[in-house]
């Protein structure tokens, strides 16, 4: 098997006239200096990128990327918007000059967007001598402790762009810290921020970004946010070779088409349609550098994330100024709205003077503007520090008895609606979090709060009330009410027919007599499991017309008792459905087919097709060939 090529996004950090891009040039034979201004004065002003190949240790091909940044205080701006997507750091540092104020910066700003893994080079070390070298060497590493650049997994390399002097040294070392960055998955919702957006002659309009996550196609339609614009890529290119598609992690050129050069610019962000949005107010965690002023409530900032820049106002919970050093919970107000999930790291620049302050991570990309600040401080202490599961939990738990759908969760999380299916699967197994229908989830504590609502407005009622009038008073999305209302019926806490619903009565007889026949159709399904009668075979059982027995059978269905297999006869009862699923969730990851089923469940194949089409519904199963993969 041919091993699996890996991409890694690199980005140059350093003061400047430090030899940033000299070393790019070095070690990709490509002049990351692109525009006039910067070749005639000689420094780097907007973001440049280059990339060579080489082979991992296990002979696998490697690209690694770099985007060159300015190392001048005044371009800090571009800066910023070519670290915000990059997965590793090269930080520079001049023999000739030593550590530098950009080099304590963007040390700083790399910290701050959570960048974990790096390597520093000491350049220039041909122009001085040994010991002016030996002491810019201990001074780079005192400055470094404490940082991520700080382990023995990150050395520190001396080389000569102009000589030549360890840059295969350093090549190798790229290969290492390639191999111990982090691994995207396919978690995540696809989205490729925009660093650079220009017209190609005969091809229009281009944009350049590092796909985050996802992987893009040719021939695909997708859309362009903020703006709302419905775009088709055209074609797709990885440092000027034409691809097919472009997997998470790499530098992609995407050709679009549907969107004049105008309307495409830094900051925005490709998305699937109907995905992620551009949000303008945030929940985050900020966290204010040792050396910053203190940040107060209101401040108005400069907020970078990914290739996007705003200004923000800040909302702090608790009002109290953010001292140096310490970290706090606020609402952000951008100016302009940024396409951000949670997880988003960002960074702080106050207007004057200008410097950087701080940064964080953002916790929540769609606040509950009507919830208390006290309760948004409370949930959001709970959400910080929560595992995945535990955050998708409390994401439902939020929206109380209106629950909330499967795609809204992922458009709230960032994550596919498969990932979130599989984090929400162990609260639904221990019943923490109740499915209403295949899409719609709502926390146990809101359904219990929600029987107790319908339970309360019945006892105050004089006679039976309107189903349509108590779901107008309760204010209940109807299938969290039928829901609801159905599960009071199995226990014996209300009583309804098709219109209305009152109190449950021991001395209704005619409603009795229903309700019995009802729950003796649903004990013959509970009974038989997974091998249910037809409904014929059921009528002979009880003695019944078949037109009864069909009229009962109808209303099991619709209060969800039983669920129809996609035959007119073949029903099963919900608590066989649930244990099935269970069991065939013990295979998680696994393939099976008709014969493996069969074996497993102890059924014939009249049972074993319909269940497994039913599987394939519920998306506990996806069929593949003659076979299903168990999500």
């Known amino acids: 098997m041919t091993p699996q090529a890996r991409s890694i996004v690199i980005g140059t950090a350093g003061h400047i006239d430090h030899g940033k891009t000299t070393l790019v040039h070095a070690l990709t034979g490509i002049d990351a200096d692109r525009l006039p201004e910067e070749k005639r004065r000689g420094i780097t002003i907007d973001l440049g990128f280059a990339s060579f190949e080489m082979e991992m240790r296990d002979r696998s091909p490697l690209r690694i990327s770099f985007v060159d940044v300015p190392g001048h205080s005044l371009f800090i701006r571009n800066m910023l918007a070519g670290a915000g997507c990059v997965s590793a750091v090269m930080l520079v540092v001049a023999a000739d000059e030593g550590i530098m104020p950009q080099t304590v910066e ?53 080389v000569s762009a102009a000589s030549g002097e360890g840059i295969q040294a350093l090549r190798e070392a790229l290969r290492d810290l390639a191999m111990r ?33 996802g992987t893009i196609r040719e021939g695909q339609t997708l859309q362009l946010e903020p703006g709302d614009h419905a775009v088709r890529v055209r074609g797709l290119q990885n440092h000027g070779e034409p ?42 965690e900020i966290t204010l550098l040792e050396t910053a002023p203190a940040l107060k409530h209101r401040a108005s900032v400069h907020f970078h994330a990914l290739t996007s820049e705003t200004m923000a106002s800040v909302s702090l919970y608790g009002y109290e100024a953010v001292q140096p050093g310490s970290v706090r919970l606020a609402r952000l107000k951008l100016s302009e709205p940024i396409v951000l999930v949670p997880g988003d790291r960002f960074v702080l620049r106050q207007p004057l003077p200008a410097g950087t302050i701080g940064g964080g991570r953002v916790l929540d990309v769609h606040p509950e503007s009507r919830l208390r600040k006290s309760d948004a401080l409370s949930w959001l202490q709970g959400l910080k520090g929560s595992s995945p599961a535990k955050q998708v939990e409390l994401r439902v738990g939020r929206r109380k008895t209106h629950g909330i759908t499967i795609d809204a969760l992922s458009i709230e999380t960032g994550l596919t609606t498969d990932a979130v299916r599989q984090l929400i699967d162990p609260a639904v197994q221990s019943r923490g979090l109740q499915f209403i229908t295949d899409d719609l989830i709502v926390s146990r504590e809101a359904l219990r709060l929600a029987a107790a609502d ?33 599960s009071l019926h199995r226990e014996r806490k209300v009583q309804t027919s098709d219109e209305t619903v ?80 269970e069991q065939v969730a013990a295979f998680r990851g696994s393939t099976i087919d008709v014969g493996r089923f069969k074996q497993i469940t102890g059924l014939s194949r009249k049972y ?10 519920q998306r506990i199963t996806r069929k593949q060939g003659d076979a299903r993969v168990v999500l």
């Open 106 to 158: 963007h040390l700083a700003i790399c910290e701050l967007l959570g960048v974990s893994h790096g390597i520093t080079v000491i350049t220039k070390a041909d122009a001085v001598d040994a010991s002016q070298l030996q002491e810019v060497q201990g001074s780079v590493d005192s400055f470094l402790q404490g940082t991520f650049l700080a382990n023995d997994r990150a050395p520190v390399l001396r």
């Open 181 to 213: 960055s982090r691994i995207e998955t396919s978690d995540s919702l696809l989205r490729m921020p925009i660093d650079r957006s220009f017209v190609m002659k005969g091809f229009g309009t281009v944009v350049t970004g590092t796909l985050l996550s």
């Open 243 to 284: 691809q097919h598609s472009a997997q998470v992690g790499s530098r992609v050129a995407v050709n679009l088409s549907g969107v004049d050069v105008t309307k495409a610019h830094r900051g925005q962000t490709l998305v699937l349609p109907k995905t992620l949005r551009a949000v303008d107010a945030i929940d985050v």
């Open 454 to 486: 319908i339970i309360g407005r019945l006892q105050g009622a004089s006679q039976n009330t309107k189903k349509s009038e108590l779901l107008s008073q309760t204010g209940l999305r109807a299938e969290i009410f039928d829901f609801a209302i159905n």
């Open 502 to 581: 009152s109190i449950y009565s021991a001395t209704s007889n005619s409603l009795d007599a229903e309700s019995e026949l009802l729950t003796a159709i649903a004990q013959v399904y509970e009974t038989a499991g997974l091998a249910t009668p037809s409904v014929i075979e059921l009528a002979q059982k009880l003695n019944l017309r078949e037109s009864e027995i069909r009229r009962h059978v109808t209303a099991l269905q619709r209060n969800k008792i039983i669920v129809r297999m996609g035959s007119d006869d073949l029903f099963i009862h919900s608590a066989a459905l649930q244990k099935l699923t």
């Open 608 to 617: 074993a097709i319909p269940l497994l089409e039913y599987l394939d519904r």
